[in-house]
């Protein structure tokens, strides 16, 4: 069955470092793959989509990288702040018409 | 990009009976996406509900459980049937939105 890990549940950041947060999946060929933030009582909210023929994608302090050899993504937060505080949710899609198959996301502290 | 209002946003239920979910969208949507977020685990998702047809339902959910209406393009319902105290979770309703999907704020189910 397919099976989505994201690499740990909690993850505590210095501000200012860049926080890597890491997502790998099995028995799954992904058209894309996307990244959302979602935040205590909220709803996720979608950050970044990178396709399948994509290695690298970037927006403002975010990027992310894709290797559908190793099935794995990396998400980066360069100069991380606080405010970035949330639990980070990757998710892996076929189409519009189909819905999504999340892991389970890792909570990111960004202590000051 | 589209915004979706859900409600409730929370409810306590006593065992035996069902709740209704809805979901408005401020904008014509084709497909709407149901999903269930249990403590500690990921978004699983339920159905998919496309307007003027039976919704699709994921392996482990099925009508009987959790009926869904669809009955015109920017308007869904979820009921959660019979609900036990295994129902209790996050339920949120998710639209796709060309580059990634929006999702409602979700509601939080307690069973007693």
């Known amino acids: 069955s397919q099976k989505i890990e994201q690499n740990s549940e909690a993850l505590n950041i210095q501000e200012g470092k860049t926080a890597t947060l890491t997502c790998n999946y099995t028995?799954?060929?992904?058209?894309?793959l996307q990244w959302y933030r979602q935040d205590p009582g909220r709803g996720p909210v979608f950050l970044l989509l990178?396709?399948?023929?994509?290695k690298e994608k970037r927006k403002e302090r975010l990027k992310v990288t894709f290797d559908t050899t190793l099935k794995q993504s990396l998400f980066h937060i360069t100069a991380s702040q606080p405010a970035d505080s949330a639990t980070y949710l990757c998710?892996?899609?076929?189409?519009?018409?189909?819905?999504?198959?999340f892991g389970k996301g890792t909570h990111l502290i960004i202590q000051p | 990009s589209a915004v979706i209002s859900q409600k409730p946003s929370r409810d306590i239920c006593q065992r035996g009976t069902s709740l209704t979910i809805q979901c408005q969208v401020d904008s014509q949507v084709t497909m709407m996406f149901w999903y269930r977020q249990q403590p500690g685990q990921s978004l699983t998702l339920i159905a998919t509900?496309?307007?003027?047809?039976?919704?699709?339902?994921e392996s482990g959910f099925v009508i009987d459980k959790f009926p869904i209406s669809r009955p015109n393009l920017t308007f869904s319902t979820l009921t959660v049937s019979n609900m036990s105290p295994e129902d209790s979770s996050i339920y949120l309703c998710?639209?796709?939105?060309?580059?990634?999907?929006?999702f409602g704020s979700g509601t939080r189910l307690t069973v007693v």
């Open positions: 028995n799954y060929s992904p058209a894309y």
């Open positions: 509900a496309n307007q003027g047809s039976e919704a699709t339902y």
């Open positions: 990178i396709r399948e023929n994509e």
């Open positions: 998710a892996l899609g076929q189409g519009g018409a189909d819905g999504l198959t």
């Open positions: 998710s639209v796709a939105q060309g580059v990634g999907y929006t």
